[in-house]
């Protein structure tokens, strides 16, 4: 069966410093990826997708980026956090072709201070 | 993609029928309509997905008129543990699953 890891489950880091959270998925093979975050406890914002390696689309011009360098291994990062990007990241795949049901990991709960 | 409007939130008692509606005036032919749970602190999980009439399945009934404009899921007997955001969301199948989550219907249900 097809699992999704998150980590780390919960971060602070001040404001200023890098950023690098980490999701892979098991069981399944050329997934397409997802990075949410949400803020506030509602809405979800979609940050990245990702339909194969190397290949990301960006749906938030902020200060993240994001980064597939194997197949099930999708990677959030930032340089210089804000404190506007604290919040609850979460990380989702879904079977590439006719598919439409996302699996959702875990989530990070990320505040910056 | 199409845009969804639903109510913000909702209160029910257990034991209750819950019936959340959704408009979707903007679907295109190709759209399917689609609900997820939320539970705090976690990542939302699929319910339910359907493209006209009525799907049926161990969680939850959809309803879908026949010029799809809306959709109304129906939780049978609520219980204290359905507490959580559902989402509506509209999406082409086999589109990269480019989902986008609205603010959902926060349903809280009461002994």
């Known amino acids: 069966s097809q699992t999704i890891h998150q980590w780390p489950a919960t971060l602070v880091q001040p404001v200023g410093s890098p950023l690098s959270l980490e999701c892979t998925v098991e069981?399944?093979?050329?997934?397409?990826l997802y990075w949410y975050r949400q803020a506030a406890g509602r809405g979800l914002q979609l940050l990245f997708y990702?339909?194969?390696?190397?290949?990301i689309s960006s749906e938030v011009p902020q200060n993240l980026s994001a980064s597939r360098p194997q197949d099930r291994q999708f990677i959030l990062s930032s340089k210089k956090l804000l404190l506007s990007d604290s919040g609850f990241y979460l990380c989702?795949?879904?079977?590439?072709?006719?598919?439409?049901?996302?699996?959702f990991g875990p989530g990070t709960r990320l505040t910056v201070t | 993609l199409a845009k969804t409007t639903q109510p913000i939130s909702m209160d029910s008692y257990e034991g209750q029928e819950v019936n959340i509606t959704c408009s979707h005036n903007n679907i295109a032919t190709n759209d399917y309509i689609t609900w997820y749970q939320q539970f705090p602190s976690q990542g939302p999980r699929f319910i339910i997905q359907g493209y006209k009439t009525k799907v049926t399945n161990e969680v939850a009934s959809l309803f879908i008129p026949a010029d799809r404009k809306s959709s109304t899921l129906s939780l049978p007997r609520v219980s204290l543990s359905d507490t959580a955001v559902y989402y509506c969301?509209?999406?082409?199948?086999?589109?990269?699953?480019?989902?986008?989550f609205g603010q959902g219907t926060e349903l809280s249900v009461k002994p």
């Open positions: 969301l509209v999406e082409k199948n086999n589109q990269g699953g480019k989902l986008i």
């Open positions: 069981g399944t093979s050329n997934p397409n």
């Open positions: 989702a795949w879904m079977a590439s072709g006719v598919s439409y049901e996302q699996y």
């Open positions: 990702s339909v194969g390696i190397g290949q």
